[in-house]
């Protein structure tokens, strides 16, 4: 089982502030394999309040995003894009509004984050992650300081022609 | 690493490690710099990366 983990480091002295790390702990096998993919992709520092960070990226096989403290990673709030349970999509299936994000803005002086990357879409029981690749959307969102998304798109019939 | 953009040489190093072990760290893009912490001043590094079940990294600079 491999974690993510977050540090802080000293500039000067590299001293390691302090250590966080985060894994799936579902305790149903079949989910947590299907969920174990994370990827920390970016670290950014919050222009409106300096205390505090984002961390953006893919968790449980989910785009999302973490706002924590400089000074505990104390999190404020977590968001991971995934399909509400009303829809039906089994816990195993990566399917979802967004699987990663890829790259993300904040325009300066606003309090909104714009990210884009991929999602899955028509995923079958069974199928690996190489299969997934051709199952995959662009897709977007506008998210605001408080983790609110404020729109979401996603583009493309991806490249498989059976959907 | 930092980097003098005028000629790419490198100014300052920081590695992280658990002790003697090789293990890989699997990094993305998640580094920051905050060169100025609200509780103390000073600078600070943040990363985030994939490794095993630890919390005995150890930090270094040059």
């Given amino acids: 089982m491999d974690f993510m983990q977050v540090t802080k480091i000293e500039r000067a002295s590299g001293d390691i502030k302090w250590n966080y790390q985060y894994y799936d702990g579902n305790p149903d096998k079949a989910i947590r394999k299907v969920r174990n993919y994370k990827v920390p992709g970016f670290l950014h520092l919050d222009p409106e309040r300096r205390n505090k960070v984002f961390l953006l990226g893919q968790f449980n096989q989910r785009a999302s995003v973490i706002k924590f403290s400089k000074r505990s990673m104390e999190v404020d709030w977590k968001v991971e894009l995934s399909h509400p349970d009303s829809e039906g999509i089994p816990a195993d299936s990566p399917d979802g509004p967004m699987a990663e ?5 904040q325009p300066e002086g606003t309090n909104y984050i714009y990210a884009c990357g991929y999602a899955y879409k028509g995923y079958d029981a069974g199928n690996e992650p190489k299969e997934l690749e051709q199952k995959k ?9 408080d983790g609110n998304i404020k729109f979401y798109y996603r583009f493309g019939d991806s490249n498989d022609n059976t959907d | ?5 005028a000629d790419g040489s490198a100014t ?7 002790g003697e072990e090789n293990k890989v760290f699997t990094t993305f893009g998640a580094v920051a710099y905050d060169k100025d912490d609200p509780d103390d001043g000073k600078g600070y590094y943040y990363t985030s990366f994939i490794y095993e079940d630890s919390t005995l990294i150890e930090g270094a600079t040059a």
């Fill in chain 1, 101 to 105: 994000i890829y790259s993300y803005v």
């Fill in chain 2, 12 to 18: 300052h190093f920081v590695q992280i490690s658990k």
């Fill in chain 2, 1 to 5: 690493m930092e980097v003098d953009p």
């Fill in chain 1, 137 to 145: 959307y662009a897709a977007m969102f506008k998210m605001d300081n």
